[in-house]
């Protein structure tokens, strides 16, 4: 039996890319599972936005954690959380947020390419 890290790696296949719908609690998650879709990934907006809080890094890290695991004990295919910028200015506190979304569950982690608390919120040029 393969681990859901496994089937989330399996599902990247050049050339065949597959669609991850984003999730912001644990029905939306099912509704996307029960779609038949073979992972499923969060919004960290969508998230932070259930939970009462701005995007952007905003969010009670404890709540967002907590409520990753909730949403990974409802499914049976993988989940990936984003998880913004990595909530951290260093690379090991990116590192410590990465291995919270997975030891509530998460398969890995999204991250934005962007500091928050820089004001630099929009890609490009």
Avoid: K
């Avoid at 907006?45 to 009670?60: F, P, R």
Wanted: charged share 20%; hydrophobic share 50%.
């Amino acid at each position: 039996m393969s681990t859901a890290s496994e089937e989330f790696f399996a599902l990247h296949q050049p050339g065949n890319p597959f669609i991850l719908p984003n999730a912001w609690d644990p029905v939306s998650a099912l509704i996307f599972e029960r779609a038949g879709f073979t992972a499923v990934g969060t919004s960290s907006a969508a998230m932070a936005w259930a939970l009462g809080y701005a995007d952007g890094e905003c969010v009670d890290t404890d709540a967002l954690f907590a409520a990753i695991g909730r949403v990974t004990r409802v499914l049976r295919v993988p989940l990936t959380a984003d998880i913004e910028a990595g909530f951290g200015s260093s690379a090991a506190a990116v590192v410590r947020s990465v291995e919270r979304a997975v030891a509530v569950g998460a398969v890995g982690a999204n991250l934005e390419d962007f500091d928050s608390r820089a004001g630099d919120v929009s890609p490009g040029p």
